[in-house]
């Protein structure tokens, strides 16, 4: 699969972009267990104009991290225009646009998401940040806004003949947020309709190999994305990928890997952003670096309340020496 000069040889694994998740540390992380392709987290236009420091932040690239993608969502084509020429001069090797984010204070704006209520300006957005740019431009977005207006097939076409080089469909209409199952059955049709020629990339609810092969198969998409099964579990890239080659899946990571590979992103996220912030941001993580383990609940707090690298490093060590037969 190809897109612009970036080429794959297998249907990539990639990094969905999670905003407050997928920052360069933890991409870092999830590029050494084996993701194809990541996004930045979504950046709002407005605020990479006004130069926003949250929003700079977001663009910051390294080149152990390639393929990447920066994302931009926004509802006014101009600013859109202008985010889109400043994320392709931090150079990357495409911008995503971001049609799919469910967010109430970001649909109502008729950004995200709510573009799938406004196709006509959907359309010229991308034609327009097409236009300005050298790189390839990619968009991820959803089903269509609800039930009754599943709009992907004829909104993919549109957005191939507005000149993207991909596209990532998130198999939920925005209604359901991120509720009830993604109905893949909707990329199928996307990917059976003679006239598209791009790559289309599934996503929804992939959480292991056998699942990530299934859609593979069933489908024909050419990439698969995984989101939330990634949050504090990398591990998955691995596993994936060992499934699509071997056909059998890889024993889960044991308790010393997880501690390490959790004390790992704590320092660098704060190497990246300091103790106080990368201490508040790491907090959501814990509970998936160690889900499944039996009588974590205890530590888990302690972790969470843990105001010092210092003290988190020391309950580290404490869960890394308890006795955990139950936990491989
Ligand atoms: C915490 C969180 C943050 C997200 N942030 C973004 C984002 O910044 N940009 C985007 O396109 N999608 C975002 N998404 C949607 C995911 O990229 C993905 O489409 C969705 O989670 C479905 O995939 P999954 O079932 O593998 O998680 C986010 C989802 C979650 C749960």
Known sequence: MQIGSVTFEQPPVMLAPLEDITDLPFRLIC?????????????????????AQKSTLKMDLHNDDRPIGIQIFGHDCESMKQAALMAEAAKPDLIDINFGCP?????NKGAGAGMLRDIPKMIAITKTIVQAVSLP????TRLGWDEQSKSIVTVAEQLQDAGIQAITIHARTRSQMY????????IGKVKN?????????????ITSGPIAKNMLLTYGVDGIMVGRAAIGYPWIFAEIKHYLHSGTELPPPNLAERVAVCRKHIMHE???K????????MRKTYSHYFKGKPHFK???????????????YALLDEIAALPDPEFN
Not at 31 to 51: K, P, Q, V
Not at 137 to 140: L, N, Q, R, S
Not at 274 to 281: H, K, S, T, V
């Open 103 to 107: 967010v109430k204070k970001v649909v």
């Open 137 to 140: 431009v990619t968009v991820k």
């Open 179 to 186: 509720r009830g199952e993604a109905d893949w059955s909707w």
């Open 193 to 205: 309709n003679p006239r598209m020629h791009i790559p289309v990339i599934g996503n929804g609810d």
């Open 31 to 51: 590029r050494a267990y084996g993701a194809d392709m990541a996004f930045t987290e979504f950046i709002a236009s407005e605020g990479l104009i006004r130069n």
């Open 274 to 281: 300091g103790e106080r912030l990368a201490i508040i941001e």
């Open 298 to 312: 205890p530590f888990r707090i302690r972790l969470v309340e843990a105001d010092t690298a210092q003290t988190l």
């Open 270 to 272: 704060i190497q990246r």
